[in-house]
């Protein structure tokens, strides 16, 4: 393999790959890069690391608007290095809570919305990156299992609810966000324990239309929180 490739495919379709510590690039693929980082991500990670969201958006990570979707993006802060703040000789130190994209590698998944049924279709890309010796190894594996065995069920479920988000922009708000809706956005899916004491001490949801059950539970859980974060967002920024 001599340059990086691209290939197309389905959800049955295999390849052979394994990153373990005994190959040569080990956590090369954990420097220089720039990282996103979705709500979720920083959901999961600020709780394994027990800190508050606005300590860990502080002390992390990097703030901007996406050139293309004109919403709030989080980056990974790396330090001279370029390294992921959380890599070690040993591996990644937060493995369990890990964001989707690294779990996601080496595929990367593309989804689409019926307009008529709002069904998503999936399909992935297998990316082969010239620095990575992964490949050829004696694991193989269809897109379906390695989505199963990273444990990205419950990342690609609330990251498709951020497409919603992304796909109400588009229609209804070309171009960026004014400040109000800027902190807004940044507010009720990234900063999720700042998004708790508006909801819950200062009442800002009281025109919501939204589950009980996941009103009910986004008191003390955070991913009910994240949930009605993306409903309210919807509702009130883009009035989906």
């Avoid at 590698?105 to 010239?130: A, C, D, F, H, N």
């Avoid at 919603?164 to 940044?186: C, M, T, V, W, Y």
């Avoid at 003390?220 to 974060?229: I, S």
Wanted: hydrophobic share 35%; glycine share 6%.
């Amino acid at each position: 393999m001599t340059e990086n490739e691209m290939i197309l495919l389905s959800s049955e379709d295999t390849f052979d790959f394994s990153c373990t510590k005994h190959i040569p690039c080990f956590n090369e693929c954990c420097r220089d890069l720039n990282q996103f980082l979705t709500p979720y991500d920083i959901l999961r990670l600020k709780n394994r690391l027990n800190i508050s969201s606005a300590l860990f958006l502080e002390r992390y990570t990097r703030q901007h608007t996406g050139p293309e979707s004109g919403l709030p993006v989080v980056t990974f802060k790396t330090g001279a290095d370029l390294k992921c703040p959380f890599v070690t000789p040993q591996g990644c130190s937060v493995y369990e809570d890990r964001p989707s994209s690294c779990r996601m590698y080496p595929l990367m998944r593309m989804i689409s919305r019926s307009r008529e049924t709002g069904r998503i279709t999936e399909q992935y890309v297998l990316l082969k990156e010239e620095h990575c010796l992964g490949f050829g190894q004696d694991r193989k594996w269809t897109a379906k299992a390695w989505i199963e065995d990273q444990g990205l069920g419950p990342y690609n479920e609330m990251n498709d609810r951020l497409m919603e988000i992304i796909a109400l922009k588009n229609q209804k708000h070309p171009g960026p966000l004014d400040i109000k809706s800027r902190h807004f956005f940044h507010i009720s899916l990234y900063d999720l324990d700042a998004f708790r004491t508006q909801v819950f001490e200062k009442g800002i949801l009281t025109d919501l239309h939204a589950d009980i059950e996941i009103s009910e539970a986004a008191k003390t859980d955070d991913t009910a929180l994240l949930k009605l974060g993306v409903e309210w967002i919807k509702q009130t920024i883009f009035k989906g």
